[in-house]
């Protein structure tokens, strides 16, 4: 029985980029065509097998232990950015200043698509979701050097919008235009039986 239940729903890519390995800068360069190997982006600061540990699992390690990289990528939905965007008063948010891989269209509530959930294109490339990717400061200064003043609002506004983390399952190459199955984990919702809270 298959642990993975392929669901109605499609997205189309439509904004690709990549964050250069080097400099400090959060900030993406568009692509219309990226190619995707088992260490996600060559060249790209998210790329590898393995990362240094960040404020993300503070609570499992300190900071900077070597760990696996299961944040190759940074996932958004067109629909979500544009929630974004109106929160902070702005008429549109661009991808590149928040270091996004890419953005999808087509999937409703994206960020809360279940981890492990797979993103798969026809050609078979698949992307398997982590984590919600939760709002930092950083996309913040890349749109304050653009917004003047608009800035600080990023945190708040893309709290629970800002999209998901990825990593390359099965490598291929993924172009503007391209469209991705969605799949989710066939398993229950976790009854724990205690409120957890971030």
């Known amino acids: ?15 690709l980029g990549h964050v250069p390995a080097a400099g400090r800068s959060l900030r993406a360069r568009s692509a219309e065509r990226l190619e995707l190997g088992f260490d996600g982006l060559v060249e790209d600061r998210h790329g590898g097998a393995v990362r240094p540990s960040c404020s993300r699992v ?14 190759q990528l940074s996932i958004l939905s067109e629909e979500e950015l544009g929630r974004i ?8 948010l661009e991808p590149a200043l928040l270091g996004a891989t890419m953005v999808l269209r087509g999937i409703p509530d994206f960020t809360h698509v279940p981890p492990s959930s ?21 996309p913040g200064r ?23 983390t990825a990593w390359v399952e099965r490598p291929g190459a993924l172009a503007v235009g391209d469209r991705l199955g969605l ?12 409120n957890l809270h971030r």
């Open 85 to 92: 965007a109106e929160g902070m008063g702005m008429e549109r």
């Open 1 to 15: 029985m298959a642990a993975l239940v392929k669901t109605e729903f499609e997205a189309e890519v439509i904004w």
């Open 118 to 138: 797979r993103l798969q294109a026809a050609g078979g490339l698949t992307l398997t979701v982590d984590m919600e990717n939760l709002p930092c400061v950083l």
């Open 58 to 71: 503070l609570n499992l390690y300190p900071r900077n232990t070597k760990i696996r990289n299961v944040r």
């Open 183 to 194: 799949f989710i984990p066939a398993q229950r919702a976790w009854q724990s039986g205690s």
């Open 142 to 164: 890349e749109i304050e050097a653009e917004e003047p003043g608009r800035g600080a609002a990023f945190k708040p506004a893309a709290a629970g919008l800002r999209g998901v």
